[in-house]
C-alpha cells in the first residue's frame, strides 16, 4: 500500500511550547489529509481535514487556533499545537487519502505510524 | 447518536477459526464509505477493506471479507482462519458527506481481537 511518514513519532516538551508535527505522503499525491487524536484505548476523533491550497476544516469542538494545521503542497501536511499543555498530551495520527474520487470512491486513507505527545 | 456502532468491546478467537466483528453504521445519505483497520499495539493504522454504498457484492480481501448489508446497515468483518498476528484492535469507519461540503471519515469505538493459540 501507499506510505504515509509521520515525525515525529514521540515528543516531549514543557507546558507553553508549540510543538509541529510533520505529515507526508511518499509515494503519491494526496489533495487531502486528516488529523485524528486518540487517547489511551479509544477510537480515533477526526480534528480537522487538511486541503491542499486551501484554509483546514476543523471539526466541532477542536480550537482552530490551538491546533494549526497547514497543507502547503500535496504531500506535506503539518500540525502544530500552539502552547501546549498537559491537557493536550495523546497520540496523533495523520491521514492521506488517495486519490480524488467521490464519497463512495475506493479511495483508501493510508494512516502514518502517530506521534505520541507528551507536555510535562 | 453513534454513527458508528461496534458492540463488541473484547473477542477471543481460537486460532485457524473464523471470527466475526460486528458494525452498524447511522447516515442517510445515498452515498457512503465503509472502511476496517487494524491496529496492532505499535499504534499504526492498518487499512483492510473497503465497501462503497453502491456495491453489489461483499468486498474480500484475502483472508477478509465484509458482509455488507445496506439495509440493516450493518458491515460486519469477517475473518477467516485466524492467526496470532491478528490479535490487535479493529476500527470500523464511515466516509460521509460533510455538510458543509466534502467529505470525513469517522471511526467506531473498536473491538479488541485476542487470538488464542
Known amino acids: 500500500g501507499a506510505v504515509v511518514s509521520q515525525h515525529p513519532s514521540w515528543v516531549i516538551c514543557k507546558s507553553g511550547t508549540s510543538v509541529k508535527i510533520e505529515c507526508r505522503s511518499l509515494d503519491f499525491q494526496a489533495t487531502t489529509m486528516f488529523w485524528y487524536r486518540q487517547f489511551p484505548k479509544q477510537s480515533l476523533m477526526l480534528m480537522a481535514t487538511s486541503n491542499e491550497g486551501s484554509k483546514a476544516t476543523y471539526e466541532q469542538g477542536v480550537e482552530k487556533d490551538k491546533f494549526l494545521i497547514n497543507h502547503a503542497s500535496l504531500t506535506l501536511s503539518t500540525l502544530t499545537v500552539t502552547s501546549a499543555h498537559p491537557e493536550d498530551s495523546s497520540f496523533y495520527i495523520c491521514?492521506?487519502?488517495?486519490?480524488?474520487?467521490?464519497?463512495?470512491?475506493?479511495?483508501?486513507?493510508?494512516f502514518g505510524a502517530g506521534t505520541r505527545l507528551s507536555v510535562l | 447518536a453513534q454513527k458508528i456502532t461496534q458492540t463488541q468491546p473484547g473477542m477471543f478467537v481460537q486460532e485457524k477459526e473464523a471470527v466475526t466483528l460486528d458494525c452498524t453504521y447511522d447516515t442517510s445519505d445515498p452515498s457512503y464509505g465503509l472502511f476496517w483497520y487494524k491496529q496492532p499495539s505499535s499504534g499504526e493504522m492498518i487499512f483492510l477493506i473497503y465497501?462503497?454504498?453502491?456495491?453489489?457484492q461483499n468486498a474480500t480481501e484475502g483472508r477478509y471479507s465484509l458482509n455488507f448489508q445496506k439495509a440493516r446497515k450493518s458491515a460486519n468483518l469477517v475473518i477467516s482462519a485466524s492467526q496470532l498476528g491478528d490479535s490487535a484492535m479493529y476500527f470500523c469507519?464511515?466516509?460521509?458527506?460533510?455538510?458543509?461540503?466534502?467529505?470525513?471519515?469517522?471511526f467506531g469505538a473498536g473491538t479488541r481481537l485476542f487470538v488464542k493459540a
Open positions: 469507519a464511515m466516509r460521509e458527506a460533510r455538510n458543509t461540503g466534502g467529505f470525513k471519515t469517522i
Open positions: 465497501q462503497g454504498s453502491y456495491d453489489q
Open positions: 491521514s492521506a487519502r488517495l486519490g480524488t474520487g467521490g464519497i463512495e470512491a475506493k479511495n483508501i486513507q493510508y
